[in-house]
């Protein structure tokens, strides 16, 4: 059983920062990929940034400049740094790793981001 837990979201003015974390724990034997999708209101869950085991980083491009991901792979831990917010930013965020075993996701935490 594997195990994520979220936290740092919360509500931000237009401008602002906030960092997101998520934590693994359980029976993680290869994390392959460590990542972060968002689900605004009546929308879809979209991708925002992965990391993969080698250090590269994908983003998608609505982010890109703005948002940085990263990892402590000893404390099995990804991290989103998001700067530069915009109200399109709200969401919630919910961490996913993919490991040998399939994927997981973290259940989710909420940013806003007022005008």
């Known amino acids: 059983q594997v195990q994520l837990v979220e936290s740092g979201g919360g509500l931000v003015q237009a401008g602002g920062s906030l960092r997101l974390s998520c934590a693994a724990s359980?029976?993680?034997?290869?994390?392959?990929?460590m990542g972060w999708f968002r689900q605004a209101p009546g929308k879809q869950r979209e991708f925002v940034a992965a990391i993969i085991s080698g250090g590269s980083t994908i983003y998608t491009d609505s982010v890109k400049g703005r948002f940085t991901i990263s990892r402590d792979n000893a404390k099995n831990t990804v991290y989103l740094q998001m700067n530069i917010l915009k109200p399109e930013d709200t969401a919630v965020y919910y961490c996913n790793i993919l490991t040998t075993e399939g994927p997981y996701w973290g259940q989710g935490t909420q940013v806003t981001v007022s005008s």
């Open positions: 359980g029976n993680i034997f290869s994390i392959s990929r």
